[in-house]
């Protein structure tokens, strides 16, 4: 495929499932301009990955599987997003017991890490 055509291809896809695509990951989101990030990352995952595209499914279901996994990821950094930041604001009354620690290296870790 000639590169001016893979660009005419990618515009055309763009403007048929952009607004589809909006739509679906919004769903995911607390407001409009994250819903426009994340879908902005579902096109430039699509023009990553073009060339793995075979056809075995519709263009419409491959489209739809990144953006449920680019969804999917951002909800994942945004639940850590939330922990990290009610772990700083979380002033422990005590110390954390040793064993805990023993038992929880990487939740251990983030306590010191957040209360150094």
Same mark, same amino acid.
């Given at each position: 495929?000639?590169?001016?055509?893979?660009?005419?291809?990618?515009?055309? *896809?763009?403007?048929?499932? !952009?607004?589809?695509?909006?739509?679906? !990951? +919004?769903?995911?989101? %607390?407001?409009?301009?994250? $819903?426009?990030? !994340?879908?902005?990352?579902? #096109?430039?995952?699509?023009? @990553?990955?073009?060339? &793995?595209? &075979?056809?075995?499914?519709?263009?419409?279901?491959? *489209?739809?599987?990144?953006?449920?996994?680019? %969804? *999917? @990821?951002? !909800?994942? &950094?945004?639940?850590?997003?939330?922990?990290?930041? $009610? =772990?700083?604001?979380?002033?422990?009354? #005590?110390?954390?017991?040793? *064993?805990?620690? +023993?038992? +929880?290296?990487?939740? +251990?870790? =983030?306590?010191?890490?957040?209360?150094?």
């Amino acid at each position: 495929m000639k590169q001016e055509n893979k660009e005419e291809d990618i515009r055309s *896809i763009y403007r048929e499932y !952009v607004e589809d695509v909006y739509r679906f !990951v +919004a769903v995911f989101t %607390a407001n409009n301009e994250e $819903a426009e990030d !994340v879908t902005q990352e579902v #096109f430039i995952r699509l023009v @990553d990955s073009i060339h &793995k595209f &075979k056809g075995r499914s519709s263009l419409k279901t491959w *489209i739809f599987s990144i953006a449920r996994n680019v %969804a *999917i @990821d951002y !909800v994942r &950094k945004q639940k850590k997003q939330l922990f990290l930041k $009610a =772990l700083k604001k979380y002033k422990p009354t #005590f110390s954390v017991p040793s *064993i805990m620690v +023993a038992m +929880a290296p990487p939740v +251990a870790r =983030l306590l010191r890490e957040t209360h150094s």
